[in-house]
């Protein structure tokens, strides 16, 4: 994926203003977007700014560079293109532009729709920096900041060659100057207050972007970072920008649905016994190894007793109340459970006006955002389903932002578990019925991991069934 389709920008989410900070490739990110934004066709111009100082060098990036002393500058703009707008030169590096011609900037933009791209911290061509005091200067008004860090830094000497402002990385970080700069230190700075979240905006997208890993190596280092950078920004972009390749990573949440009460059976099917526990605690287990997060437990019939075996664990269960309208009722529950902000407000609404709501919450741009990229749904009669295609599928999922991901087995069986991208989830907000998610496999694009193992295809419906799977167990 290029950096415009990692970022989840499109011709429906392309405007707004983005702020980069860090260092590693903030300028050549900030220029690489903003072309990418261009070619989209829809719009005739794209406007980048600087709230510090830029190179001259740096300037002939742009397709336009004006320099602006007042807002009165901004009368005669190109009529398309890529412009930049900073203040005057001086000893070879721009001025920013005066805070209020930025407001003005801000509010142009805003109102003409047009994409607005700020550098807003300086590095001095450093992999790594730590902000100083006075750092990072970003626009109270951002819907995005991008903390770009260059992976380049890795293994060298914590010192002033490979890192600007070393002493206050050191302090951050607790490495002694000299020291080699550890994975961890890195993680430990991007996610200190005063480091990596310095000075974001409450209700700006926090993306982390992890350039330089041009080596397969480079590039497994910068997946686990990006697994614990998870818990302090939406999400982390690991890739090269001179490759203009990347992986995003998400948090994946797990909902397992466990509404159901087993009437062919006979009894309750989540309680059922497997390997010395319930099913529906193998099944929590299982998506808790994988790293989903949050996962959620639909329940209806015996809500109790599945609630107690699952007490211990840190997963939400949730009672359906309409569970016997069918499967689509656990499923729209867990997905408004992603979404708080989707129910807040108590107000009668409404198909439309929900549906219009969960689409500006699962918005890939600025506010309005959910902690979530995607959801994994997993069923209480499957036990057996083994952590590692959960996790292939999240792979396969930054690698390629897929709609919907199922596995399948033996080159022509669909499998579950399926993985749904949230730009599905405004479809399966409008399920009714017995169905479940296959039932908007026709309006998304459908890609499929390849599986090895016929298990995948094996649920618990008889008594026979369930002696089968005891045969498993070995």
Same mark, same amino acid.
Request: glycine share 6%; aromatic share 6%.
């Given at each position: 994926?290029?950096? @415009?389709?990692?970022?989840?920008?499109?011709?429906?989410?392309?405007?707004?203003?983005?702020?980069?900070?860090?260092?590693?490739?903030?300028?050549?990110?900030?220029?690489?977007?903003?072309?990418?934004?261009y070619e989209l066709r829809i719009t005739s111009y794209v406007f980048l700014t600087c709230t510090t100082h830029l190179g001259t060098w740096q300037t002939k990036l742009a397709d336009h560079h004006i320099v602006v002393k007042s807002k009165n500058y901004l009368r005669n703009i190109p009529d398309k293109g890529?412009?930049?707008?900073?203040?005057?030169?001086?000893?070879?590096?721009?001025?920013?532009?005066?805070?209020?011609?930025?407001?003005?900037?801000?509010?142009?933009?805003?109102?003409?729709?047009?994409? @607005?791209?700020?550098?807003?911290?300086?590095?001095? #061509?450093?992999?790594?920096?730590?902000?100083?005091?006075?750092?990072?200067?970003?626009?109270?008004?951002?819907?995005?900041?991008?903390?770009?860090?260059?992976?380049?830094?890795?293994?060298?000497?914590?010192?002033?060659?490979?890192?600007?402002?070393?002493?206050?990385?050191?302090?951050?970080?607790?490495? #002694?100057?000299?020291?080699?700069?550890?994975?961890?230190?890195?993680?430990?700075?991007?996610?200190?207050?005063?480091?990596?979240?310095?000075?974001?905006?409450?209700?700006?997208?926090?993306?982390?972007?992890?350039?330089?890993?041009?080596?397969?190596?480079? @590039?497994?280092?910068?997946?686990?970072?990006?697994?614990?950078?998870?818990?302090?920004?939406?999400?982390?972009?690991?890739? &090269?920008?001179?490759?203009?390749?990347?992986?995003?990573?998400?948090?994946?949440?797990?909902?397992?649905?466990?509404?159901?009460?087993?009437?062919?059976?006979?009894?309750?099917?989540?309680?059922?016994?497997?390997?010395?526990?319930?099913?529906?605690?193998?099944?929590?287990?299982?998506?808790?190894?994988?790293?989903?997060?949050?996962?959620?437990?639909?329940? /209806?019939?015996?809500?109790?007793?599945?609630?107690?075996?699952?007490?211990?664990?840190?997963?939400?269960?949730?009672?359906?109340?309409?569970?016997?309208?069918?499967?689509?009722?656990?499923?729209?529950? /867990?997905?408004?459970? @992603?979404?708080?902000?989707?129910?807040?407000?108590?107000?009668?609404? &409404?198909?439309?006006?929900?549906?219009?709501?969960?689409?500006? #919450?699962?918005?890939?741009?600025?506010?309005?955002?959910?902690?979530?990229?995607?959801?994994?749904?997993?069923?209480?009669?499957?036990?057996?389903?083994?952590?590692?295609?959960?996790?292939?599928?999240?792979?396969?999922?930054?690698?390629?932002?897929?709609?919907?991901?199922?596995?399948?087995?033996?080159?022509?069986?669909?499998?579950?578990? *399926?993985?749904?991208?949230? *730009?599905?989830?405004?479809?399966?907000?409008?399920?009714?019925?017995?169905?479940?998610?296959?039932?908007?496999?026709?309006?998304?694009?459908?890609?499929?991991?390849?599986?090895?193992?016929?298990?995948?295809?094996?649920? *618990?419906?008889?008594?026979?069934?369930?002696?089968?799977?005891?045969?498993?167990?070995?």
């Amino acid at each position: 994926m290029n950096l @415009l389709q990692a970022l989840r920008l499109d011709k429906k989410n392309k405007n707004g203003v983005i702020s980069f900070v860090g260092s590693g490739g903030k300028t050549t990110a900030m220029f690489q977007l903003a072309k990418q934004i261009y070619e989209l066709r829809i719009t005739s111009y794209v406007f980048l700014t600087c709230t510090t100082h830029l190179g001259t060098w740096q300037t002939k990036l742009a397709d336009h560079h004006i320099v602006v002393k007042s807002k009165n500058y901004l009368r005669n703009i190109p009529d398309k293109g890529i412009i930049l707008l900073t203040g005057e030169i001086e000893n070879e590096k721009t001025k920013p532009i005066d805070e209020e011609t930025l407001n003005w900037l801000h509010i142009y933009c805003k109102n003409k729709n047009i994409p @607005l791209l700020i550098e807003a911290d300086g590095s001095r #061509q450093k992999p790594i920096k730590a902000p100083a005091d006075h750092e990072p200067p970003i626009p109270e008004f951002t819907d995005i900041v991008i903390h770009v860090t260059g992976l380049s830094a890795l293994g060298k000497k914590l010192n002033d060659e490979h890192v600007h402002r070393a002493e206050i990385f050191s302090q951050l970080t607790n490495l #002694q100057i000299n020291e080699s700069i550890t994975a961890e230190s890195i993680i430990k700075a991007l996610t200190h207050p005063q480091g990596g979240l310095k000075n974001i905006p409450p209700h700006a997208k926090k993306i982390a972007l992890l350039n330089q890993a041009d080596t397969p190596e480079l @590039l497994s280092i910068g997946g686990s970072m990006a697994q614990k950078l998870l818990n302090h920004f939406d999400s982390v972009l690991v890739g &090269s920008l001179q490759q203009d390749d990347f992986q995003t990573f998400e948090k994946t949440a797990g909902v397992i649905l466990a509404a159901g009460d087993s009437t062919r059976f006979g009894s309750p099917k989540q309680l059922l016994d497997w390997k010395g526990k319930p099913f529906i605690r193998h099944i929590a287990e299982t998506a808790l190894h994988a790293d989903l997060q949050p996962v959620l437990v639909i329940t /209806g019939s015996h809500h109790a007793d599945i609630e107690s075996c699952l007490k211990d664990l840190p997963v939400t269960v949730i009672h359906n109340p309409n569970y016997k309208n069918g499967q689509s009722e656990s499923i729209k529950l /867990g997905i408004k459970n @992603l979404a708080p902000s989707v129910l807040s407000d108590t107000s009668p609404k &409404s198909t439309t006006e929900v549906l219009e709501n969960s689409e500006n #919450q699962f918005s890939g741009f600025g506010g309005g955002r959910v902690g979530v990229g995607s959801c994994v749904f997993l069923l209480a009669d499957q036990p057996q389903i083994p952590v590692e295609v959960i996790r292939a599928l999240k792979e396969k999922h930054s690698q390629t932002l897929s709609p919907i991901i199922a596995p399948l087995v033996l080159e022509e069986r669909r499998a579950n578990p *399926v993985l749904f991208d949230k *730009v599905t989830f405004p479809d399966l907000l409008q399920l009714t019925g017995d169905v479940g998610g296959r039932a908007i496999f026709d309006k998304h694009k459908v890609d499929y991991l390849p599986w090895h193992d016929d298990i995948l295809i094996f649920d *618990v419906d008889t008594k026979e069934d369930y002696e089968r799977l005891k045969g498993f167990e070995s």
